[in-house]
């Protein structure tokens, strides 16, 4: 294969200084919209996620189900301002110049993420890059469902859809970069040739060393101030 070398980002942790579903829910509890409930559940999922043993399938439906009790109007109005307000102010400076970097290089830069669709594009628009692979529910009367696409851009399922990207563009992914910080994107990150472990969670750290991975700290707040626009989505916003 021949074509244009990708960089591929993961979001939470990576590009992000924390996880954007967690900062949602934060958004949701503070402006009256879920219980403590919400609050309890989001931390049992990061301990989850940080055993490596997150329930993926429950927690997206259950997310989109929570989405889903508002009008797509209402949900994006939402999304928009925790954006906004919570999720913006977190990205990394370095992470936005690294895929500045990639582009001038002239490489096709892709956010893959296991984050929703609308959340992963307003972040891709942010950060300039070419494309994203995200979680997609469907959308039925005006409202987001569980009905998930399969299979979902976590663990297997990421590095999955990642090769299938990388056919469509014609490039082997021995050619691609993936940046990460996540055990469960191992699967990613040993199939791409160019494997960057970013802010490492401790066991990733470990095979970061064993395999000869370079290792990156990112931790300076971009600094962005105008939020972007969404863009690119298989739904039409009303």
């Known amino acids: 294969m021949t074509g244009q070398p990708i ?55 259950w997310t989109f189900r929570e989405c889903g009790k508002y009008s797509m109007e209402e949900l994006i109005a939402m999304l928009d301002e925790s954006y906004e307000q919570y999720v913006m102010p977190r990205l990394f400076r370095e992470g936005a110049d690294c895929v500045a970097e990639h582009k001038a290089r002239g490489h096709h830069t892709v956010i893959a993420t296991a984050a929703g669709e609308y959340m992963s594009e ?21 409202r987001l469902t569980d009905e998930v696409e399969t299979p979902m851009p976590y663990g297997e399922g990421k590095e999955i859809l990642a090769r299938r990207y990388a056919e469509r563009m014609g490039v082997d992914l021995a050619d691609c970069w993936f940046y990460s910080d996540s055990l469960a994107d191992i699967p990613l990150l040993e199939a791409v040739g160019h494997a960057v472990a970013v802010n490492p969670q401790r066991a990733v750290r470990r095979i970061a060393d064993e395999k000869g991975w370079p290792v990156m700290i990112w931790n300076t707040p971009a600094g962005f101030t105008t939020p972007s626009k969404a863009v690119d989505l298989t739904f039409k916003p009303s």
Request: no cysteine; glycine share 10%; net charge positive.
């Open 7 to 61: 960089a591929f980002f993961d979001l939470d942790h990576t590009l992000l200084d924390g996880a954007n579903g967690n900062l949602v829910v934060k958004y949701m509890v503070k402006t009256g919209r879920m219980g403590l409930d919400a609050v309890w559940k989001a931390i049992k999922f990061t301990v989850l996620y940080r055993l490596n043993r997150l329930p993926r399938e429950e927690v997206y439906r």
């Open 122 to 142: 307003k972040v891709r628009v942010q950060l300039g890059a070419d494309g994203k692979i995200a979680a997609i529910a469907a959308v039925v009367d005006g």
